[in-house]
């Protein structure tokens, strides 16, 4: 049950970032982001594309040292863990509603500058790779 638990807030993690995301217009589309905005002065957080999320290759900061990564973290990589699972025929111990045909992977990296500007100029750069749907800072959200 306590396994069941974990995974069940993993997803609502990863679906709560998907949302607010799509919600606030985020991703290729944006470019006004506010240097004043309110978010973490040295993350980006990343989605992977639909195709590059099915290849589950493990990424390290080599991987983005073009943008001075010192940590590359994924979120819900226990429901990442799963779906991969669920595509490779693997049985698993426990469900999860995941919609596995829509799965992307979420990334948060960790940036060696601690600057806002830095954080929207690295953003726009992973952007532009090939196998990366959105790069944005990672926003704070209070409820009020």
Known sequence: MKKKLILLIGAIVVFIFAV???????????????????????????????????????????????????????????????VRKKVLGIPTDNEMLVNIDKYCRIFSITLDKHSKANVIKMSKKLEQRDGIQSAEPNYIFSIA
């Open 20 to 82: 607010v995301a799509l919600g606030l217009g985020l991703g290729k589309e944006s470019g006004g982001q506010d240097v004043e905005g309110d978010f973490v002065d040295n993350q980006v957080l990343i989605v992977l594309t639909r195709e590059e999320t099915l290849k589950f290759l493990d990424y390290t900061v080599e991987d983005f040292a073009d943008v001075g990564a010192i940590a590359v973290e994924e979120l819900g990589a226990d429901v990442t863990d799963w």
